[in-house]
């Protein structure tokens, strides 16, 4: 008879599976808290008990069919540490003796062949991989457990309430509140290049739209440049329907309107004017002198 599996391992093994079913079945319902979850673990508990007391009846019927000697060597077994014993059956090589024991009677060219027990670290394996598929299947077929398409709604709606939430504290931005920073800038550069650079032109130099870098301005509705781009992004041009209302019509969020303007201001104030000679378009409108 083979050494048995002692009962702290196979109690800590049936707590590790409960778990995982609750895992796979009802994810994050906070089961740790729930009176099903324990009820179920000291039901697998008691029926672990159970099976251990079974066995160690049938382990008494056995042992007092032994030989001496047998019985000696299976109290050494029985002592020996589990994981020792578990290693063992993994690593350890038969004497000469054993294999002749085990030596199936044929053989092909002088080659035989051992009728192996598999080792107990491949059984365990094995049949963790049954009672894993059967769990699996059923909370594939049951629960939301693996499902693509459902884990992903799910985050994706977790998703858009945090940011509906972070909208709900973050503080607005208006033509009032925006303010210019370096740092918008440098991201607003980016965001220029994908909404603005089709009309107004690599680096701001003109195009369709007029050349953003000089300090001629047909449209002048603030007292700063950054505002006055704002201003624009807000309302669109009252001449001009191309130069949309990029805010007003949801194409840009007032977030993004403030890191355009900050890079608009930046090659408008902070860098030399792409003039005609460098490519840039002719200056439009009226020379502005800006407030602030
Ligand atoms: C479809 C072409 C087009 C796109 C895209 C466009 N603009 Fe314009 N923009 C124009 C035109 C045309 C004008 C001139 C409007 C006028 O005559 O009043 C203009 C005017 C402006 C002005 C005022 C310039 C002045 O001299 O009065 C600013 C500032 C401006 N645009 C910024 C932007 C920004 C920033 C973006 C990107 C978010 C952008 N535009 C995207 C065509 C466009």
Redesign the pocket.
Known sequence: MKARTPLYIQILLTFGLVWFAFEMFAPDSGYFSNILFWLSQIIGLLVTLIVKSVGDLTEIKYFKSLSEEDKKAYVALQKMPFFKRLWDSAVKKQSVKEENAIIIDHGFDGITELDNSLPKWWLGLFYFGCIYCVIYMFAYAFSDFAHQEKEYTKEYTSQLASIEEYEKTAPKITLETAKYSAEDAKEGEE??KS??V???GDG?KGG?????TDQ?????EEKSVFK??YW??ENG????P???A?IKDG??SPRD?EK??S??YHINQEVAPITVKEGGAAP??DPVKWEE
């Open positions: 965001l220029f909404n603005c089709s009309c107004h701001g369709i739209g007029p050349n953003l001629n301005w047909i449209n002048h006055n781009v624009m992004l041009s009252p001449n001009n191309a130069m949309r990029f194409t840009i309107a355009i303007s890079y608009v439009q409108g």
